[in-house]
């Protein structure tokens, strides 16, 4: 894209929608989704992808249609939302727990294929109520830590032991384990998937899905002997985090947040009119709270609110007040969860916007 | 209120609205308006709260019926919201820029006073564009620095010239200054509000309003000779950085989320169902992600999207997966703008809901 169509983009997009406005480029999502897809392929692990990323029922059938097998989801609301949206096959990767939860589960588990997880005897023994709801037998995967200290068992002991209870209540399948190897952890993941296969054996059990995760993951995809699944939901932005990661190249990044400077306070300070409650706080364990792309050697630096600081010590050129310049942030899941429409463009042409309908549903 | 009662909500709570649920409590919240209008009212200086803190005219009309004068806004979209609401006096403390917003802001200078805040000339030559669709003058205060680094101008001479700007510029009226002394900053605020106006003076103008901002600054109001009004936003509800700062108790504290153990996948370690996606990655610098009331030894180490991980190692007392506790956020702030909605009780009864209506909207 030119210098001088990306200007006049810049101005169309301040002029409709004003700023900041979270922007996505088509052409660069749909290359991200197929190139997700090819990834899992060629290893012959199917694609579940996770839509917390983008929360959106129309991206998710774009993925479907690419070849995905269903999707992942984080929470109840979101999987509502997409069930709505007309996505079949869904897997919540968490432990979904209390009356109201399972009294949803189990409507929705009516509608379309759910799988949850659980890493823990509390959630099993809940999980009942939503298949009796639902008046047929409702998967469940077991949560594998294997070194991210996050959720999921510790140990392929409890794994198997959790298995069996899962096989032995009354409207539940057991369907295999979910796993979210660190991205140096492949070696022991394997270790821990191989004994707890071996401990189901010894039940008469097996895990019809292993399911993996993340998007610094995806060059690790198939790594895991044994895996049917893959779940990456960042991949189809990318941000500062995935560059960081080395999966992701600038061309790569989808999502730009369209900003104005506000005010130069001082000869070597800028503000931009993003701050925390459209960029977020989330740094990524990066330097700098985003690359903006016109002066990459400025540094954002700190937030308001609303105000983003720049540092423009080290920049030689620097912006002028009310100048728009775009920003890649350091982690695009949390700052889609921030706005209700995205602002959809295919390379220097307006498309429209794109309602980011899973945000803000309850738990 | 009493550990039963206390129970008795939380599972009310659970099973009408699920976790996590942002729940406030309106006696407190009245409290705490009472406290701030009390505080004004004692040093005769108008209040003129930020309303970026809970983003619902309803609040803002129980502020302005306590003594308010008018609100303050940090953008167009919640000042659009507001005045849809009701209210009929509000200030942005913010430069705005750009032919969209100074439409909307002449739309809305038609309907109800406005005020509106710059720093820099090109924020002021946009101006009168709003003045001339609103057909009557619009009032600007000059931002001033006194230390934060924010926005604002560095020195009292660039205040003064800019007032002679706005003095000179069709449909605007210079209204005064807009201030944001640090904590610490208070003498060095009163020698720039001193220098500026005697550089007023020999204008031939003067600073009809000098408006001093902060929650923390509270304790301060009255201590800037010459200051007319004050800008406090996160007293309504309070948090853990007002407790910090020493402006606030834990009484104080009328936000709380009701966040759900889904996990305890290590004897020193729990999962909540609230991760940066709910409580966000704002630290405020304070360490740990904020307050389990339940168990105040515990700390909140570290985030997933929608995993809040919490480290048991210092707390005897250890929840049970499926126990819902309650969590006073770092920054109050940043957690509304997350939801759509909060729910609202008064000690142990439940009330309702509250949207939040001024979330999300344009820039």
Redesign the interface.
Known sequence: MSALQHSHLKDEI????????VVIDLDIVEANIARLQAACDSKGVANRPHI?THKSPELARLQIEAGARGITC???GEAEVMADGGIDDILIS??I?????LG?LGALQRRVRMIVAA??P??IS?LPQAAAIAGRDLEVVIEC?TGR??????TPGEAVELAKLIAASPGLTFAGFLMYPPEDGWERTQVFLDTANAGLRDAGLEAGMVSTGGSPNIPNIGKLKGATEHRAGTSIFNDRMQMAAGVATLDDCALTVYA?V?????PE?G?L?SG??TL????GGLDGHGLILEYPAARIAKF????G?IDLAASNERP???EVVRVVPNHV??VV????RLVMVRGDRLVGELPVAAR?K??
Chains 1, 2 share one sequence.
């Not at 301040?14 to 406005?21: E, I, K, L, M, N």
């Not at 200290?149 to 510790?154: D, N």
């Not at 308001?304 to 105000?307: C, G, R």
């Open positions: 301040a002029r409709v929608f004003g700023t900041p406005a917390k984080q929470k109840l968490y432990n727990l209390g009356e109201q939860k949803r890493d823990n509390v959630t809940g830590d200290k996050r959720a999921g068992v510790e104005t506000v005010s130069r306070a001082g300070r503000i009119d925390s409650k977020t706080s989330d740094t308001a609110e609303e105000h600081l002028g007040v009310g899941c949390v969860n921030m706005v209700d803000g309850l738990g």
